[in-house]
């Protein structure tokens, strides 16, 4: 009977938690979940001038956040020093270690065998080192604190980690470590290096290929279930063509010998689609409460209509962040133009004609049921001369200009803007129109034009 599988995911908090450490961690969770076995966290906190509190705070929460909820106990290296010292001792007794002197204080280091050695990476399959190539190895500091690989290889064994699941840039570390499983007659656990994260220039992902840091996206309102699905298929593939994946549909399918040996290439477009998919499959409840979450003391939560536009935008958006850029004018009582669609689509005569015929409609008394033909994308030309969003031709980009962004965006077509507006701000008996578009706005419309 296989032993039952125990895996780990241990940052250091000396930095945020960025995209590439998220997709460790999936991966060690992926596997433990199917393996049924357990997944871990440690802390790896020996660098003491670089550990910070923040840091392993947002890590935790970035973690929670995710789903990705470890068991047992979380331990921290700081608190494990006896471990090592005990280790480190039983080396230098054995004369596999010596100590040396730096600055009146004396460190150890582990005798380095002057040998090849291979091992099997579940990923990359046989990898040969050559051991005379390899310096004596720092093991303990002089300040008594173990460096990365001794404590390690120290906490892998006592925790009865089986599989060390890391990045790419770990396998010159693994003939080290080895080493020292050999010294320590320890058994060592199976290795998998996964490919590294590039960005699309195929260079290291850095900041300036976007975001790096995981809360940055919570921060742009990406759903959880949108990264845990883009970063599970960075560098890993099913057996089918699905592309869309629920993190119970991951776990069934995940398997070690699914990821590729190519680092993955990070694409931020392929990753608002894979959120949008997600966002339309939340139900209307869920996907309210969410965006109502990301939104928190917004005032536009509180307003009658929030709920309503947010439904309609559900299949519009990628991330939240996206419903504030294209919703604005809805809750904003100036409206402002786009420069450049001014140029290009309200300059024209034929505009400057129907925004007259335009204002005079809105001077009719009564009821302007024409209106809700918008909804359907049905012509309201009987009242104003203007064809509707679902239309073709000039006078749709003319429309739509009065429907920008400050930054410029488009922000809606018009059969979803007059729908909002419409079923939301209802058009009463005596004609009167929200807020946005009274006679003040359509003056301002007139101004741009010179109407």
């Known amino acids: 009977m296989n032993p039952k599988v125990r895996v780990r995911f241990a940052p250091s908090p000396t930095g945020f938690l960025h995209i590439g450490g998220v997709r460790t961690a999936l991966f060690n969770y992926l596997f433990a979940r199917k393996e049924k076995g357990v997944f871990l966290l440690r802390i790896e906190d020996t660098d003491r001038e670089r550990s910070k509190q923040e840091f392993e705070n947002e890590i935790l929460n970035s973690l929670k956040w995710l789903g990705l909820k470890w068991d047992e106990t979380l331990l921290r290296q700081s608190e494990r020093l006896s471990l090592y010292q005990v280790a480190s001792e039983r080396l230098i007794r054995e004369g596999l270690a010596y100590r040396v002197e730096?600055?009146?204080?004396?460190?150890?280091?582990?005798?380095?065998?002057?040998?090849k050695i291979t091992f099997h990476d579940l990923v990359h399959g046989p990898i040969e080192f050559d051991g005379t190539l390899l310096d004596d190895l720092v093991i303990q500091k002089s300040d008594g604190f173990p460096t990365y690989h001794f404590a390690c290889v120290v906490d892998d064994h006592e925790m009865g980690i089986t599989h060390v699941i890391r990045g790419d840039d770990h396998i010159s570390n693994t003939p080290r470590q080895l080493f020292l499983y050999e010294a320590l007659h320890w058994k060592p656990p199976q290795f998998a290096h996964l490919p590294l994260?590039?960005?699309?220039?195929?260079?290291?992902?850095?900041?300036?290929?976007?975001a790096v840091s995981l809360m940055a996206y919570q921060k742009e309102g990406y759903l959880p279930e949108g990264i845990l699905n883009y970063l599970a298929l960075l560098g890993w593939s099913s057996s089918g063509e699905q592309e869309i994946f629920t993190l119970e549909d991951l776990i069934s399918h995940f398997a070690l010998d699914g990821i590729?040996?190519?680092?993955?290439?990070f694409d931020c477009e392929k990753l608002k689609w894979t959120n949008a998919e997600h966002l339309r499959r939340l139900s209307d409840q869920d996907y309210l409460a969410r965006i109502q979450s990301f939104l928190g003391d917004s005032d536009l939560t509180k307003q009658e209509k929030f709920s309503n536009i947010a439904l309609l935008y559900k299949t519009?958006?990628?991330?939240?962040?996206?419903?504030?850029?294209?919703?604005?004018?809805?809750?904003e009582d100036q409206i402002k133009f786009d420069p450049k669609a001014i140029q290009k689509h309200l300059k024209a005569e034929v505009?400057?004609?129907r925004l007259e015929e335009f204002r005079k409609a809105l001077e009719i008394e009564g009821d302007l049921i024409a209106y809700t033909t918008l909804a359907s994308g049905t012509s309201i030309t009987g009242v104003t001369g203007v064809t509707s969003a679902h239309s073709s031709g000039a006078s749709v980009h003319q429309w739509e200009t009065l429907d920008t962004s400050p930054g410029g965006a488009l922000n809606a077509r018009l059969g979803v803007t007059y729908a909002v507006l419409n079923n939301v701000c209802i058009f009463t008996g005596t004609g009167s129109l929200p807020k946005q578009y009274d006679g003040t706005t359509v003056s301002a419309i007139n101004n741009q034009v010179g109407v």
């Not at 994260?197 to 976007?210: A, E």
């Open 102 to 115: 730096e600055g009146g204080k004396s460190a150890v280091k582990f005798k380095i065998k002057k040998q």
């Open 197 to 210: 994260v590039f960005g699309q220039d195929r260079t290291p992902l850095s900041k300036r290929h976007g």
């Open 260 to 265: 590729n040996k190519t680092n993955a290439c």
């Open 316 to 331: 519009r958006i990628r991330t939240f962040q996206e419903f504030l850029e294209q919703t604005a004018f809805f809750f």
């Open 351 to 353: 505009t400057r004609r």
